[in-house]
């Protein structure tokens, strides 16, 4: 990450600096550096860039002292689609949260996505506000995406 020293291109250091446009700023110099995780990152962040438009909705605490799992969403009702990113900390001791998404149209199912894995599960707008999904981060400094979108009625 720059003005760091630290030339991270795992998931944790690449997601943390997500934002509607991106400067990976990496160190390009050392000649044994291996830039394949980054560029899968970033054809990863190129698939949810545009969901960034939408509403905001913070679906955890706001944790500083770095133990907690942060977690926020980005819906946009208007295409019926959105994504939720969840951080857990490098202090945090827990290791699964079920993350009540906002926004969703009760009455419809919602195919949800985690970009990593591919696994896909259709559960109803009505569950994933009232129930939320689980969601499991195995080991601190994890950084998860799950996406979604609405399914034809």
């Known amino acids: 990450m720059f003005g760091t020293g630290v030339n991270r291109t795992d998931a944790y250091g690449f997601r943390s600096q997500m934002c509607p446009t991106i400067n990976t700023c990496y160190d390009m110099r050392p000649d044994d550096a291996d830039f394949s995780e980054a560029a899968a990152l970033v054809r990863q962040w190129r698939e949810i860039a545009p969901y960034y438009a939408g509403d905001f909705h913070r679906l955890s605490p706001y944790a500083v002292d770095g133990s907690g799992i942060m977690a926020w969403q980005f819906n946009r009702p208007e295409h019926g689609d959105g994504m ?21 149209d009760p009455d419809a199912s919602y195919r949800c996505r985690d970009v990593d894995t591919g696994r896909e599960e259709t559960l109803s707008g009505r ?18 995406i799950l996406t979604y979108s609405r399914v034809a009625r």
């Open 84 to 104: 939720v990113q969840a951080f857990r900390q490098d202090a945090c001791i827990y290791r699964a949260l079920d993350l009540r998404l906002q926004g969703l």
């Open 127 to 144: 569950a994933l506000m009232r129930d939320g999904i689980p969601l499991e981060l195995a080991r601190p400094e994890t950084a998860v």
